[in-house]
C-alpha cells in the first residue's frame, strides 16, 4: 500500500506571498487527497476539515503550521493556502475540533466560526492579514 508521507511547510522563511511554497502546499494536497494512509492513524482518528478563510501567505501556513504542532493529539495535518483550508488528522480521545480551532485562533486566523485572537491578529505582519485591514506596520 503506498504511503505518503505528508511534508509540513517548516521550511518556510517568512517570505510573504511566496508563490513558491504556496504551490508546494497546494500539490503535497493533490498528491494525498484521497490516498491519505498514514502509520500514525489510530481507531480514534478522526479527519476534520477546518476553514480558516482569512490566510494570505507562505507565513499564515507557518504560523498555523506551528500552531497545531503543539495540539496534543494532532496526528497529521495539511495546510492548504489557495483554498483556505486546513486538513486535520486528530486522535479523538486526546483532542476534538473546539481545541484545533482554538489553537488556529490563537495564532491570529479564524478558524471556521471562531474568530481570531484580536490582539494576536492585529500583531500579525501586514501581509496576513486581510486586504482590507492592511495598514502601516509590517506591510511589505
Ligand atoms: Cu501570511
Known amino acids: 500500500m503506498?504511503?505518503?508521507?505528508?511534508?509540513t511547510m517548516?521550511?518556510?522563511?517568512?517570505?510573504?506571498?511566496?508563490?513558491?511554497?504556496?504551490?508546494?502546499?497546494?500539490?503535497s494536497m493533490k498528491a494525498t487527497e484521497g490516498t491519505v494512509v498514514l502509520t500514525t492513524l489510530s481507531a480514534n482518528s478522526k479527519k476534520e476539515m477546518v476553514n480558516i478563510p482569512t490566510v494570505q501567505c507562505g507565513m499564515c501556513d507557518?504560523?498555523?503550521?506551528?500552531?497545531?504542532?503543539?495540539?496534543?493529539?494532532?496526528?497529521?495535518?495539511?495546510?492548504n493556502i489557495d483554498d483556505k483550508n486546513v486538513f486535520v488528522i486528530f486522535d479523538s480521545h486526546k483532542t476534538d475540533l473546539s481545541k484545533i480551532e482554538k489553537a488556529i485562533s490563537m495564532v491570529g486566523y479564524q478558524a471556521n466560526q471562531m474568530k481570531a485572537d484580536p490582539v494576536v491578529y492585529d500583531a500579525l505582519m501586514g501581509?496576513?492579514?486581510?486586504?482590507?485591514?492592511?495598514?502601516?506596520?509590517?506591510?511589505?
Do not use: H
Open 62 to 79: 507557518m504560523n498555523i503550521t506551528s500552531a497545531l504542532e503543539k495540539v496534543s493529539g494532532v496526528q497529521e495535518f495539511l495546510v
Open 127 to 140: 501581509c496576513c492579514k486581510l486586504p482590507k485591514d492592511r495598514k502601516g506596520k509590517g506591510m511589505m
Open 2 to 7: 503506498k504511503t505518503i508521507t505528508i511534508i
Open 10 to 27: 517548516v521550511f518556510l522563511l517568512g517570505a510573504c506571498g511566496n508563490k513558491t511554497e504556496q504551490t508546494i502546499t497546494v500539490q
